[in-house]
């Protein structure tokens, strides 16, 4: 399986590389030619296939392009690179149900180094101190605190002080390095929200309905269908347990979308829909830009949730 960035041959990486140059320099057709060329010596390159499929789209080839994402992903099975994400986006099959696991965690370990300084430094990232003001909104203190998708562990530092301990859950292991050398959480394991609450990693080792606070800022866009996390927050939470969360926005949509982003957005009255089945209460709401994406401001909406005592 070709999976690796270098495709292990000289001369196709020589022309992938010069490919690159020319997309950069604003020729994408030409670097689609040159990665043709790489590609004929090495056909079975997964990411050949995948940067191929970028430089025809940006070529305004989607036709090409289409057939390109589906070959990196009969090459690539576990779909590292997304290419289902972009084939739904170019109307070719329908809108997964959620991204691929694999590609999650794959984009966020690359991520880790440059996280903090990426979002919080140069899109202004604004969740976790949004969520935690609506957290403390309530004025209680928590014995014990879940957070879902807790990455490098920006919202630790937030809530620390209303919560006896804390622990985080995140599928990325390097995300999960990063936040423990901040030293705020008292555990911090591996875990797959987008699987059934017995498979998803959260049970191992502890007790269902133990978290009187449970978290998920900025990560339900890595979703898509929201029922398997809400069934795994239905296990983690106990009685009278709070539940904060945000989403980005799809407005006045009925469901949720794939954006072109290549994360989810959910509309208020899905949300709205999917806590009601769940019996969860809404005690608060808040809209608000939550960052920026390609310069431009990406709307979220904040939730604070009560499963009644
Ligand atoms: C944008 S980051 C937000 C991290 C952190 N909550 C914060 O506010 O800084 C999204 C995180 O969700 C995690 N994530 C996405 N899908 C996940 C899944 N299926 N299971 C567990 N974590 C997931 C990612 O690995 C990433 O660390």
Not at 124 to 138: E, G
Request: include cysteine; hydrophobic fraction near 45%; glycine fraction near 8%.
């Amino acid at each position: 399986m070709h999976h690796q960035l270098s495709s292990g041959d000289v001369i196709a990486d020589r022309r992938a590389d010069y490919a690159r140059m020319l997309e950069e320099g604003g020729e994408p057709d030409a670097a689609a030619e040159l990665m043709e060329q790489a590609l004929e010596l090495v056909p079975a390159w997964a990411a050949g296939w995948y940067r191929l499929a970028t430089y025809l789209e940006k070529a305004g080839r989607a036709d090409a392009a289409i057939e390109a994402y589906r070959r990196t992903l009969a090459f690539d099975p576990d779909d590292i690179f997304g290419a289902t994400l972009k084939l739904a986006l170019l109307g070719d099959v329908a809108t997964p149900d959620r991204p691929p696991s694999r590609y999650v965690e794959r984009l966020f370990d690359d991520y880790a180094d440059r996280f903090e300084s990426a979002l919080v430094e140069k899109l202004d990232y604004s969740v976790p101190q949004k969520l935690a003001a609506l957290i403390a909104s309530t004025g209680r203190r928590y014995d014990r605190a879940v957070d879902l998708g807790c990455g490098t562990g920006l919202l630790g530092p937030e809530i620390r002080g209303r919560v006896d301990r804390l622990e985080g859950f995140d599928l990325s292991q390097n995300m999960l390095v990063k936040a423990a050398e901040k030293q705020v959480y008292d555990c911090l394991a591996q875990a797959d929200l987008s699987l059934a609450p017995d498979l998803s990693g959260l049970f191992a080792d502890a007790a269902r309905h133990r978290a009187d606070l449970v978290t998920a800022a900025d990560v339900l866009m890595y979703l898509g269908n929201l029922e398997s996390v809400f069934a795994i927050i239905g296990e983690l939470a106990a009685s009278g347990a709070d539940i904060a969360f945000s989403v980005e926005d799809a407005g006045d949509g009925e469901g949720f979308h794939l954006a072109p982003s290549l994360r989810y957005a959910h509309s208020e009255s899905y949300v709205r829909a999917l806590l009601a089945g769940h019996g969860l209460q809404i005690l608060a709401t808040v809209k608000s830009v939550i960052r920026k994406d390609g310069g431009k401001p990406v709307s979220g909406i904040l939730f604070l949730t009560r499963k009644p005592a």
